[in-house]
């Protein structure tokens, strides 16, 4: 029978430049570490763009369990970023491109009836023939997912193709009976051996079961009457699959699977239906970090942010921008939420073919290893890919990643995610079955209003296409407070008020097939300097720690959870230079209390946002509370004399880029570029280099929102840091935003920086 021992303890760790393959006795002096581990978890959050990449080691012993003979002895590694090489015994076993995709090594031959030496290379250095290329996010570096060894008989469910399962399963539904489709892959199967497929339901009765001879591939219906369907958060009801190799009445190998029965569809005029049932999808996206861990999680964090999830109230997550933890996609079968999977191809598409494969390779791991999850029903192949240009390169690697996976998986549709400035009418959004945007109008340009005017010029556009909102958001800094927010201004009631509004205008359009809010939680990008905070996207509904809920988080639990609840919003705003100041409640009951020391101040009828005017405060303290139902939430706020300069960011960089910075310019007096003065600053020149310069950094900021049509802060330009000028204002892309006069714009831009002495 199938064996496993996962390797958590007992690693040695060296950042140090190794020549050879290390052993244990080389390790004196290294680091102990267990394993998930990230050598990024701190320098990949406090900014500066400069969190070390490179090569390092791990070593540890294996000491393996007696086995029987014959036995095979598998290595699993669940994530290794971003190439990893694994040596057993001074042998190479294994190598692995990609930093979010599981992959496993036959290790028998190497090993030895005396010690075993494990030693793992992993690089996360920059590598142009893998994705992601360019993001807004932390590459972290590490044996960052479990490391486990699999022991089987040498007849067993297959181990080798992608690191998937060895089995699939799907349904479809007939009469209230749901048609199982499963399969198993077999390695060295014997005469005489049978394949069982048994099917129990949540008591661990038998509902269903098949038997037939194992072959290397078998397929096999069964039938499941009157099946209890999977109902997304309402009921997320699992049958277990459990496959098995049997000889002689021996079970040599075996594997359960978690299997949802449910069908599901996505019309462009009313939006997505689970079991038949209107089910629009309302949630969040996800990244896999954590303060002081980086993306090197354990299964309880996994578990922590799916309840919290949960606790919100939404029904979908998309996991951006890349292949998650398995542990994660199963608590996303367990809890019922309806999930989008993709890969990390994003921002930027390198025209290298080894890069395309790569895709390749990636979308092949994601959808064979994650095949069998109730939860997903999309696969991504892009996000905001269109923001290094387009060509017709580009749509034909799109076109070949959608074929690959409707031929991987037929029961699933496809979708990707445009950056905002993809035109209604591009050719991108006829690629994927179904299709979503990213808007920040709000935040990084326009009026929250403008929201809701594109979504319905896009439907309008588009009757025949389902689509969705795949991102949006703004920041939110729980130091930062004001009764006057702004865009901008980084409050926490700026955020809270921007989500009020995007909730409602997503309440009233129930035909947007999915909404993803960016994001759950504030994440890791060590190039980022937003609103005071280094190294971190602060959009998410919740602090990066899981500690703390910003306001914004109740504006959505108002809106999505069915259990009761209250919360008086603004509460870290506790100090106020006013005699009487308005206070928010946010419920999804119909009808809030308020009372001011104890007394009644006004009750209001209404839903999810309850706005008390002219609360009076008394000198010193006073105390709030607010009753809705049976629930009771309260805070205390504090009369100052004058406003909390802490409460109120200044901007060092003094607000954005100048939208309009051409309009003076006579564009066609403009000399082009010519030879460059190497003394001073150039298009040539990488964005890390320029914004380092406040004068250079200025006019980069100037020149990309200009082109962008959006605003653009140069600490924001730090995400592309490894760019020249010259690639990130490319024409076509967003950055390059219309091609009318961009030869005369970078000639401008140009000269503008050959001003500036380096």
């Given amino acids: 029978m199938r064996t496993t021992q996962t390797l958590h303890d007992g690693w040695l760790f060296t950042k140090d430049q190794i020549d050879g393959v290390p052993t244990c006795s080389d390790a004196k002096g290294w680091r102990p570490v267990t394993v998930p581990h990230s050598w990024n978890a701190l320098d990949g959050q406090d900014g500066g763009a ?70 793992v290379r992993v690089d996360n250095a920059e590598r142009s023939d893998i994705y992601p290329q360019m993001a807004d996010f932390t590459f972290y570096g590490g044996l960052y997912r479990p490391v486990t060894v699999i022991q089987v008989n040498p007849t067993h469910f297959d181990l080798d193709y992608h690191a998937g399962p060895g089995v699939t399963v799907s349904s479809t539904i007939e009469d209230g009976n749901a048609l199982l489709d499963a399969r198993a892959w077999v390695s060295d199967p014997q ?80 939006g997505f239906f689970l079991n038949g049932k209107l089910t629009p999808l309302r949630g969040v996206s996800r990244h896999q ?46 809890f019922g939420f309806v999930v989008w999977a993709e890969i990390p191809f994003i921002s930027r598409m390198n025209a290298d073919p080894a890069a395309h494969r790569d895709c390749i390779h990636q979308m092949t791991e994601l959808i064979t290893q994650s095949f069998n999850h109730a939860s997903i029903l999309m696969w991504g192949i892009s996000n905001e890919i269109l923001i290094g240009g387009d060509s017709p390169q580009l749509v034909a690697n799109l076109k070949e990643l959608n074929d690959l996976a409707h031929r991987l998986d037929p029961t699933r549709p496809t979708t990707m995610a445009q950056v905002s400035s993809t035109p209604m009418d591009s050719e991108h959004n006829q690629i994927t079955d179904i299709l979503s945007y990213n808007h920040y109008f709000g935040w990084y340009g326009g009026k929250m209003e403008d929201n809701e005017a594109w979504v319905d010029q896009f439907h309008a556009m588009h009757p025949d296409r389902s689509f969705g909102l795949s991102e949006y958001g703004c920041e939110g800094i729980i130091s930062y407070h004001t009764d006057d927010p702004q865009c901008g201004d980084y409050s926490e009631e700026y955020q809270a008020l921007y989500h009020e509004h995007m909730a409602d205008i997503i309440d009233q359009r129930p035909w947007l097939w999915g909404t993803h809010v960016w994001n759950m939680f504030d994440f890791g990008c060590d190039a980022r300097n937003e609103g005071g905070v280094q190294g971190r996207n602060n959009k998410g509904l919740m602090t990066i720690d899981r500690k703390i809920r910003k306001d914004s988080f109740y504006v959505y639990q108002a809106h999505w959870s069915k259990e009761p609840m209250v919360h008086i919003a603004s509460k870290r705003f506790a100090k106020r230079a006013s005699d009487a100041i308005t206070v928010k409640v946010y419920s999804n009951q119909p009808s809030v209390t308020l009372f001011v020391d104890g007394v009644e101040h006004a009750t209001i009828v209404g839903s999810h946002v309850f706005s008390f005017a002219d609360v009076p405060l008394h000198e010193g303290f006073t105390h709030i509370s607010a009753k809705a139902g049976e629930l009771t939430d309260s805070t205390t706020f504090e009369k100052v004399a004058e406003p909390w300069a802490p409460y109120v960011f200044v901007d060092p960089e003094g607000g954005a880029g100048v939208s309009n910075w051409f309009d003076d310019v006579n564009l066609d007096e403009v000399q082009a570029i010519g030879d460059i003065d190497e003394t001073c600053f150039s298009v040539k020149d990488l964005i890390n280099d320029i914004i380092a310069n406040k004068e250079a950094a200025q006019v980069l900021a100037n020149a990309a929102s200009s082109m962008a049509g959006m605003r653009v802060k140069a600490s924001m330009l730090g995400i592309m840091g490894n760019q020249s000028v010259e690639s990130l204002l490319a024409e076509g892309g967003m950055m390059g935003g219309a091609t009318e006069n961009h030869s005369e714009k970078l000639a401008y831009i140009n000269q503008q920086l050959q001003r500036i002495k380096k």
């Fill in 50 to 119: 400069d969190y070390w990449r490179g090569a390092c080691w791990y070593v540890t012993e294996l000491t393996l369990p007696e086995s029987a003979p014959g036995t095979r002895t598998y290595l699993e590694f669940e994530g290794a970023a971003t190439v990893a090489e694994v040596y057993v015994n001074g042998h190479k076993v294994a190598e692995h491109e990609g930093a979010y995709g599981a992959f496993r090594a036959d290790v028998t031959d190497v090993l030895t009836d005396a010690a075993n030496e494990l030693a």
């Fill in 191 to 270: 005469e005489g051996d049978q394949v069982y497929f048994e099917v129990t339901d949540d008591c661990e009765t038998i509902v269903a079961a098949a038997t037939m001879p194992a072959a290397a591939s078998v397929r096999t219906e069964i039938t499941i009457p009157d099946a209890h369907l999977w109902q997304g958060t309402e009921d997320p009801y699992l049958y277990t699959v459990t496959a098995s190799i049997v000889r002689h009445n021996e079970v040599v190998d075996q594997i359960e699977v978690a299997h949802g029965v449910r069908e599901f569809r996505f019309d462009p005029a009313q």
């Fill in 289 to 334: 970090d954590r303060l002081g861990k980086g993306n090197a999680l354990e299964y309880a964090d996994h578990f922590e942010d799916a309840a919290l999830i949960s606790e919100l109230g939404a029904n979908t997550i998309r996991l951006a921008h890349y292949q998650q933890s398995q542990d994660f996609y199963d608590l996303c079968d367990r």
